[in-house]
């Protein structure tokens, strides 16, 4: 199973992105029971999670980005999306996706900035 991240950019401040984060190689008997997380990893700090979908779609947020992002997940396509809304410059880290026992190896991420 090979985790692939993309969407990420360079957006200014109030801007928004949509990462999409693809499970390639997941049979979808796994995939779909399975919890999915989004996690940021800002410079000189340790990965946390900042977004997270149960099956089917329960969701939960990290207080910092309550509000202005929201997690979605494809089961057909083994696809799991974060829509980041209103960004902010605290919000550049790279990005990346993995379930919520974080146990799978990790993809490339995807690198997100917000200019002030």
């Known amino acids: 199973v090979r985790l692939v991240e993309s969407g990420g950019g360079l957006v200014q401040a109030g801007g928004s992105l949509r990462l999409s984060c693809k499970a390639s190689?997941?049979?979808?008997?796994?995939?779909?029971?399975?919890?999915w997380g989004w996690y940021s990893q800002a410079p000189g700090k340790q990965r946390e999670l900042v977004a997270s979908?149960?099956?089917?779609?329960?969701?939960r947020y990290a207080d910092s980005v309550k509000g202005r992002f929201t997690i979605s997940r494809d089961n057909a396509r083994k696809m799991v999306y974060l829509q980041m809304n209103n960004l902010k410059p605290e919000d550049t880290a790279v990005y990346y996706c993995n379930d919520l026992k974080e146990s799978l190896t990790w993809g490339q991420g995807t690198q997100v900035t917000v200019s002030s």
């Open positions: 979908i149960t099956s089917p779609s329960s969701t």
């Open positions: 190689g997941m049979i979808t008997s796994v995939f779909n029971p399975s919890g």
